[in-house]
């Protein structure tokens, strides 16, 4: 059995990227009797810039819904809370104790996040959901590292991650073989997994970078929730170019070779005759209507009942708990903590 460990942050709203990279591939690993997955809602990552603790509550359900109205099934894949499972803290600490402050420091995310500072690492963003603060959070330095904690603690073989994740990863890698070196063999090294190529959806008004919870205008974005008003009009003015032919052309043309990318991630159809860029958006328009209709139908019932989701987070905790407990113990046991 492989066990894989596919984490979302509870930051801003999911949208067709999410569903396509990340979501779908979870969904369809259900299937596979040698995998098991675990879906980790990353609350405590959500902690690492200022946060509204209302809205992280809120968005901490509203992913876990999302999650199950796409087709994650708690009972063949156990969705959990980051923070509802103290183990990952517990070896966050100890991990702490194996990995020197450089390595952290000299993480990209982190010198992104924390960008502008007087003394490097240490001021607030000039942008984004920190800018203003006077601060950096110290959790932001060492968010890898509890990154690490969260892949070890469930001795996941398998981590999707895309690009942006696959520094924290390495890390991770980093971390077991030192700590296995250092103290006996503890830890499962993990494997980074990524999402093919295909899977990757750029953003609608600027094809040139991914679709992006983070990016600074939702134009680009189909939130998987957005009415088909919304979608319609975002999709209608999706970035195209002046060539004028529906082909695949990632260098040349871009935002088409995108269009169709999610035309033929949301359909099984055989792509028509499509002579213009207006009959391609139709298309792409209805295709993503059909995925789309289903999740936020499913959506809107379980959101009437969050304390079934709530229950279903709770069952997932009580299902990782013993494995997670287990790896801390190892842990404290190899380090010379008494038990
Ligand atoms: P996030 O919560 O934004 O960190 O992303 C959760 C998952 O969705 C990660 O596994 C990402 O790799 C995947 N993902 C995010 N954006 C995209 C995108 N534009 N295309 C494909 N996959 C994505």
Known sequence: MTRRLTGFQPTGKLHLGNLI????????????????????????HAMTMEHDPAQLRANTLQVATVLLAAGVDPRRTALIAHSQVPEHSELHYLLECVTGYGEAARMIQFREKSAGSPLPGFSAPSEGPGAGSKHVRLSLLTYPVLMAADILVHDSEQVPVGDDQSQHLELARTIATRFNTRYGETFTVPEGIRPESAARVMDLADPARKMSKSSPSPAGRIGLLDSPDVIRRTIARAVTDTVGIVRDDPAGQPGVTNLLGILRACSDRELGDLHSYGALKREVTD?????????????????????????????????????????????????????
């Open 21 to 44: 990279g990340a979501m779908r591939p979870l969904v369809q690993a259900q299937e596979r009797p040698d995998t098991r997955s675990i879906a980790m809602i990353a609350d405590l």
């Open 287 to 339: 295709a993503v209507e059909a995925v789309l209709t289903p999740i936020r139908t499913r959506y809107a019932e379980l959101a009437e009942d969050p304390d079934h989701v709530r229950k279903v987070l709770s069952e997932g905790k009580a299902w990782v708990r013993p494995r997670a407990a287990e790896t801390v113990r190892r842990t404290r046991a190899a380090l010379g903590l008494l038990d």
